[in-house]
């Protein structure tokens, strides 16, 4: 069965870090992409950051490219997304996501995943 479940978020002020973490169970990252994903209130759904699972290649949202850093370890089976200088912007919950299995690239587009986590909340505040 597949799950995915984010830890990591809290409460950071303006210019600091955080390192989510998604851990997966039921799957092998090797044969799945793995998508980072924000919502905040009131606004849709914003694609931030993915890895391919078949060679590691990842992409980034323009809104968080040289900010935002994402990785996995294999063995831990877990996805992390390393995020530096966070803006209030940047404030949301923030979702995993992954399946369906062997597609070629990773998508920043939600309908491309068919498993979600239950997200962690980020807030970047003064």
């Known amino acids: 069965q597949v799950q995915l479940v984010e830890s990591g978020g809290g409460l950071v002020q303006p210019g600091g870090s955080l390192r989510l973490s998604c851990a997966a169970s039921?799957?092998?990252?090797?044969?799945?992409?793995i998508g980072w994903f924000r919502q905040a209130p009131g606004k849709e759904r914003e694609g931030v950051s993915c890895?391919?699972?078949?060679?590691?290649?990842?992409y980034y949202a323009d809104s968080v490219k040289g900010r935002f850093t994402i990785s996995r370890d294999n063995v831990k089976k877990t996805v992390y997304l390393q995020m530096n200088s966070l803006k209030p912007d940047d404030t949301a919950v923030y979702y995993c996501a992954t399946g369906p299995p062997r597609v070629a690239g990773c998508s920043l587009t939600g309908n491309r995943y068919n498993y979600w986590g239950q997200g962690t909340q980020v807030t970047v505040s003064s």
């Open positions: 890895i391919r699972g078949r060679d590691g290649g990842t």
């Open positions: 039921g799957f092998t990252l090797d044969y799945y992409n």
